[in-house]
């Protein structure tokens, strides 16, 4: 992968290239993503600068540690740790185009997605094991249905679940925030978390992220939605932890006020 990137690492030239990949290939992605760190820092190369387009089963880790400007696309389906500590590069996976059955009622995706996850985007047509988020801090992804203990100990970013979810989710969850579809609220681990309907600038937002997975992964329950958008946009659920929405709600009063925002911050954060 690096030798094919060679002319965006060094002279910052686009390229895209296919690959095959199988399961015994893991942490696929990083050691590329650490010559472009290397060479550029944390803020790496432009969006989609390098496309890696996969296709098979991936093993453990794809895309771990993935910086600005490398997106990996995976045609297929791919293990555990999916964007481990992703820090800045997208990923996106999806089914064979030839395969015979419905995505969203499938796996196409291990556990632990995103763990340690800093910022950066993942899309991913189809379901997903547990812990899918766990301690995300700014990360953003769109699946279409999650395993047990979803979004734990979260602590910012975005994620919005198209599908169904396991038990406990949202447990220890801290920051950011879920927009989830349908959602069983018994399933639902309330200690940290309240439960609202999204805004309009909410909507707006999971419009926008809905229509680039669709565009991104060729869901069909992704077009489906956007096609009756007024009526099925109502069925989200907000996912808010409760001490996170009091942080924004003074930092937005401060702003609204002419306060020193930091100064209401630290004041809500202590409570």
Same mark, same amino acid.
């Given at each position: 992968?690096?030798?094919?990137?060679?002319?965006?690492?060094?002279?910052?030239?686009?390229?895209?290239?296919?690959?095959?990949?199988?399961?015994?290939?893991?942490?696929?992605? !990083?050691?590329?993503?650490?010559?472009? #760190?290397?060479? &550029?820092?944390? /803020? @790496? +190369?432009?969006?989609?600068? $390098?496309? %890696?387009?996969?296709?098979?089963?991936?093993?453990?880790?794809?895309?771990?540690?993935?910086?600005?400007?490398? !997106?990996?696309?995976?045609?297929?389906? #791919?293990?555990? &740790?999916?964007? /481990? @500590? +992703?820090?800045?590069?997208? $990923?996106? %996976?999806?089914?064979?185009?030839?395969?015979?059955?419905?995505?969203?009622?499938?796996?196409?995706?291990?556990? !632990?997605?995103?763990?340690?996850?800093?910022?950066?985007?993942?899309?991913?047509? @189809?379901?997903?094991?547990?812990?899918?988020? %766990?301690?995300?801090?700014?990360?953003?992804?769109?699946?279409?249905?999650?395993?047990?203990?979803?979004?734990?100990?979260?602590?910012?970013?975005?994620?919005?679940?198209?599908?169904?979810?396991?038990?406990?989710?949202?447990?220890?969850?801290?920051?950011?925030?879920?927009?989830?579809?349908?959602?069983?609220?018994?399933?639902?681990?309330?200690?940290?978390?309240?439960?609202?309907?999204?805004?309009?600038?909410?909507?707006?937002?999971?419009?926008?992220?809905?229509?680039?997975?669709?565009?991104?992964?060729?869901?069909?329950?992704?077009?489906?939605?956007?096609?009756?958008?007024?009526?099925?946009?109502?069925?989200?659920?907000?996912?808010?932890?409760?001490?996170?929405?009091?942080?924004?709600?003074?930092?937005?009063?401060?702003?609204?006020?002419?306060?020193?925002?930091?100064?209401?911050?630290?004041?809500?954060?202590?409570?």
């Amino acid at each position: 992968l690096i030798a094919q990137s060679r002319e965006a690492i060094d002279h910052g030239t686009r390229v895209s290239f296919t690959s095959k990949i199988t399961n015994v290939n893991r942490t696929v992605g !990083t050691m590329l993503g650490h010559e472009v #760190t290397r060479r &550029y820092g944390a /803020k @790496g +190369l432009p969006v989609d600068t $390098i496309t %890696v387009k996969l296709t098979g089963s991936a093993g453990q880790s794809l895309g771990a540690f993935l910086p600005p400007g490398v !997106t990996i696309k995976l045609s297929g389906d #791919t293990n555990d &740790y999916v964007g /481990k @500590g +992703l820090c800045g590069g997208k $990923i996106v %996976v999806a089914p064979d185009p030839d395969a015979w059955f419905v995505a969203e009622d499938q796996v196409i995706a291990g556990n !632990t997605i995103l763990y340690g996850a800093t910022s950066g985007e993942v899309y991913l047509r @189809g379901r997903v094991g547990e812990r899918f988020s %766990v301690r995300n801090s700014g990360a953003t992804a769109v699946v279409e249905g999650v395993g047990d203990h979803a979004c734990e100990y979260m602590t910012g970013g975005r994620v919005v679940i198209l599908g169904p979810t396991g038990r406990n989710m949202a447990a220890g969850m801290s920051g950011g925030i879920a927009f989830v579809y349908d959602l069983d609220e018994t399933k639902v681990n309330g200690a940290m978390v309240e439960l609202l309907r999204p805004d309009p600038d909410d909507l707006r937002w999971l419009h926008e992220h809905i229509t680039k997975h669709t565009e991104l992964t060729g869901s069909a329950i992704g077009a489906s939605m956007l096609a009756d958008w007024p009526r099925r946009c109502l069925a989200f659920t907000k996912v808010m932890p409760t001490d996170y929405k009091r942080v924004l709600d003074a930092a937005r009063m401060a702003e609204a006020e002419g306060r020193d925002v930091d100064s209401a911050i630290m004041e809500a954060a202590r409570g």
